[in-house]
């Protein structure tokens, strides 16, 4: 069969996938998109894959963002033609403004290369079930009855000892402002579809911060360290935030009991909680 000149033709158990993936991911690292092919197997040759993101890339389907520090690689987002054919074809998404094609802050690609780290390292582990990013999650929140209390980065399902267990994740590069944790916080008593909030932050500052601002909430907030996610994954410490107690992530997804010490990324040592 024939198809017209410059028209290109998706193939079902590989192109589509890959549109698939940087639609959820908003923004993703050429690595960092071979990488989900090869765990998500759906794409182990890395010459075929080099061509594949060309072919995408040239056919329109695929955008390749302006350089970003701190990437040092090239960044894709899907097109708004592409984003429209995947919302045709089932994807959870909103076509909009700001959310496809249009301009975005470097601040903005770097949040969503570094939930992709999160979610590959969950991959990489095998302790991942189930990755419900942001635009299927603003999906539900803006065109259902069934929302969550916010617009969640990301909501996780994750293998644990004992079961299965789901939570919501917020990442945090840099810290928002005072009033943003406090409408959170005053927010999460509205929350019925997970029973788990956990709180990513790039350092101990920040940690200190955003916990701050949940120390009277009773709903099971948690606040760890991004280095000891990528290190530890499920073992890595967190501190409650309505008891300031320190618990390893397992535990505290299971309801369990708190360990007070705890093992860092690099080396051994107590945590600051108290």
Request: aromatic share 10%.
């Amino acid at each position: 069969m024939r198809y017209p000149k410059g028209s290109i033709q998706l193939n079902q158990s590989r192109d589509l996938p890959l549109l698939r993936q940087i639609l959820r991911s908003e923004f993703v690292t050429h690595s960092q998109l071979f990488e989900f092919a090869q765990l998500n197997h759906y794409e182990r040759s890395r010459n075929s894959f080099h061509w594949r993101m060309r072919r995408l890339g040239d056919r329109g389907l695929v955008l390749r963002q302006t350089p970003v520090a701190g990437t040092g690689d090239t960044v894709y987002s899907v097109a708004s033609c592409a984003a429209t054919l995947l919302q045709s074809m089932g994807e959870y998404c909103l076509i909009g403004g700001g959310r496809t094609d249009a301009e975005k802050t470097n601040r903005n690609v770097l949040h969503a290369i570094g939930l992709n780290d999160i979610q590959l390292t969950a991959l990489r582990a095998g302790l991942l079930v189930r990755w419900m990013g942001a635009a299927e999650i603003r999906s539900q929140n803006e065109l259902t009855a069934f929302g969550f209390a916010k617009d969640y980065d990301a909501i996780v399902t994750v293998r644990t000892d004992v079961v299965e267990r789901r939570f919501a994740l917020e990442y945090e590069r840099t810290p928002k402002a005072a009033k943003c944790y406090r409408a959170i916080a005053a927010c999460m008593g509205r929350e019925v579809h997970v029973n788990r909030l956990l709180y990513l932050v790039a350092n101990y500052d920040i940690l200190r911060f955003v916990s701050g601002f949940f120390t009277k909430v009773m709903y099971p907030v948690f606040f760890g360290l991004l280095t000891d996610w990528h290190s530890h994954v499920l073992e890595m410490p967190v501190l409650d935030g309505l008891t300031r107690r320190a618990f390893r992530l397992q535990e505290a997804l299971n309801g369990g009991t708190p360990k007070v010490e705890v093992m860092s990324t690099a080396t051994s040592y107590r945590l600051p909680f108290h």
